[in-house]
């Protein structure tokens, strides 16, 4: 058998290695990563919440956190991101008033999370410190509701419920506003019985006026 200059033989090449740093990352860290910061989030907020102290909570060594993210404010827009793509689920009951409250319940639930009753006021008082958490937090909020908003007017609009051509921001106002302001502008106050059904009911009459 011939062999090469340094003994192996010439049909069982040494096999290359793989280049520094070009090793695939885990998903399974990268999820438990992105709970911590959540869990970090709440617990601590923006200003006090720490590369250390996520990579604790997720069990990991900091290295794991720097390879994927290479600050804490880029972590944090990278899943504010996240949020904006992933929005909310479409309701689809077959009538709008039916659309907006099954909506109302599906946000107020979401609004109410204890992790999210703490993330979303901390973050949104971060935004106004730091441009770059503004700009991804209104994305986030926005495009989660507006996608989901669009399609219910549309849906309204294709069965004859709202005019066709309605202006779609003052829709997503209305939709979304009186909501928003309950939950993260009032905070603490308690949503009566049959709050989110009126509210339902009067955001159904004002779209079909417009």
């Given at each position: ?9 010439r ?5 290359r290695?793989?280049p ?20 970090e989030l709440?617990a ?6 720490s ?18 993210w ?11 991101s ?11 009951t ?6 907006l409250?099954?909506?109302y319940?599906?946000t107020?639930?979401?609004?109410r999370?204890?992790?999210?009753s ?7 008082a ?24 669009s ?21 997503l ?38």
């Amino acid at each position: 058998m011939t062999t090469n200059a340094d003994g192996t033989p010439r049909d069982r090449q040494p096999r290359r290695r793989a280049p520094a740093g070009a090793a695939v990352l885990r998903e399974d860290v990268t999820e438990a990563i992105r709970a911590a910061v959540f869990e970090e989030l709440a617990a601590v907020g923006y200003a006090r919440m720490s590369i250390e102290g996520i990579a604790r909570r997720a069990g990991v060594g900091k290295t794991a956190v720097y390879r994927r993210w290479r600050s804490k404010l880029h972590l944090v827009l990278d899943l504010v991101s996240a949020v904006a793509v992933q929005g909310l689920p479409a309701p689809d009951t077959g009538t709008l008033e039916g659309d907006l409250r099954l909506l109302y319940e599906v946000t107020s639930r979401a609004l109410r999370h204890p992790a999210a009753s703490q993330i979303i006021p901390d973050l949104q008082a971060e935004a106004a410190r730091n441009p770059e958490i503004a700009e991804a937090l209104e994305k986030a909020l926005r495009e989660g509701q507006e996608g989901v908003a669009s399609g219910i007017v549309a849906a309204a609009a294709a069965r004859g419920e709202v005019r066709t051509g309605i202006d779609r921001d003052l829709a997503l106002d209305l939709i979304s506003g009186p909501l928003y302001w309950r939950v993260l502008v009032i905070r603490g106050a308690r949503l009566s019985k049959g709050h989110l059904e009126s509210l339902a009911r009067a955001t159904a009459a004002a779209l079909k006026a417009l």
